[in-house]
């Protein structure tokens, strides 16, 4: 019933800190079938169609998809409509693409 040892978090968030040889914390493609690693982030921002609000579409790409991807929601788009293609942080490595 030793309950009081002082375990120190060592294994926090490493979400955004790469490790050496160790990749596996990058997200995949989000498309089916594409193993791709993801390399880019799709933001649509459009307004719900019953009129409940924004609602934001976010999808995590490699580049060859986020290439294809082009605005799907303009029926539904509104003043601040958003359509966004941003490169993920810590991708920029020496990675052969
Ligand atoms: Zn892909």
């Known amino acids: 019933m030793g309950d009081t040892e002082s375990e120190r978090k060592d294994r926090a968030d490493d979400e955004d800190r790469p490790e050496d040889g160790v ?4 997200p995949e493609c989000h ?4 193993t791709e690693r993801a390399t880019f982030v799709v933001l649509e921002r459009y307004q719900e ?3 409940h609000g924004a609602v934001e579409a976010e ?8 290439n294809e991807e082009s605005p799907t929601n303009l029926d539904a788009s509104y003043p601040d409509y958003v359509f966004r293609v941003e490169p993920l942080e810590g991708t920029q490595d020496t990675d052969t693409a």
């Open 23 to 26: 990749t596996d914390s990058r």
């Open 31 to 34: 498309r089916r079938s594409c």
């Open 49 to 51: 169609e019953t009129g």
């Open 59 to 66: 999808a995590v790409l490699c580049q060859a998809h986020a």
